[in-house]
């Protein structure tokens, strides 16, 4: 069961680059879209916020996955902290967690390199620029679309956490997991911890 907290999760898994800043609701046709995904598979989608997910788990989980930025996205360490034991409570003895995250500690970009092309069609220009503070970075998602043969422009800003690799693992080993870490796809990172 993945549980999604914004429209930035929804788009990683749709490559529909349009952003809504941190905290708002996902959008009822994105909701739509992913029942009608979803309806030939044994998934049950729930709208919620992925902290409370235990509410909606009645047995323990042979698999739970937190895929995509959703670990970055959340809004500070003690909610990560929260939802790692969460997580290790919910398992099944052999359950098994899997998440990826961008990477944001181990490298702090300088100069231009914090501007990053993500995506880009005929239609479409997606680029970001990164801002680094301690404890999180400020990614601005510059959109251009083209609109009847002219670019329009869309910017907008949101906070991600700066989550290393190796605290994560450690913070999982903390609660009784068996952890490994992996490269992931992308430039993401992957941590599988097995109860």
């Not at 788009?11 to 680059?17: A, D, Q, V």
């Not at 349009?18 to 996902?26: K, N, V």
């Not at 800003?157 to 999982?172: G, I, M, N």
Request: net charge positive; charged share 25%; with cysteine.
């Amino acid at each position: 069961m993945k549980l999604r907290q914004t429209r930035n999760d929804f788009e990683l898994k749709t490559n529909y680059p349009q952003r809504l800043p941190s905290g708002e609701h996902i959008p009822p046709f994105c909701i739509n879209l992913l029942e009608i995904r979803a309806s030939f598979l044994p998934v049950r989608t729930v709208v919620a916020d992925v902290l409370d997910f235990r509410s909606h788990v009645a047995q323990p989980a042979d698999v739970i996955l937190c895929m995509g930025d959703t670990l970055t996205h959340l809004p500070d360490i003690a909610s990560v902290e929260s939802l790692f034991t969460a997580v290790a409570a919910s398992l099944s003895p052999g359950g098994v967690f899997a998440a990826t995250f961008r990477d944001y500690a181990s490298t702090t970009l300088q100069g231009s390199d914090r501007f990053i092309l993500v995506r880009a069609d005929e239609q479409r220009i997606l680029t970001c620029f990164l801002e680094y503070s301690d404890k999180t970075v400020h990614v601005h998602d510059v959109l251009h679309d083209r609109i009847g043969g002219m670019w329009k422009q869309r910017v907008s800003s949101y906070p991600k956490l700066r989550l290393a690799l190796e605290s994560v693992a450690r913070s999982l080993a903390a609660r009784g997991l068996v952890v490994r870490r992996e490269a992931g796809l992308g430039g993401m990172v992957r941590v599988v911890a097995q109860r």
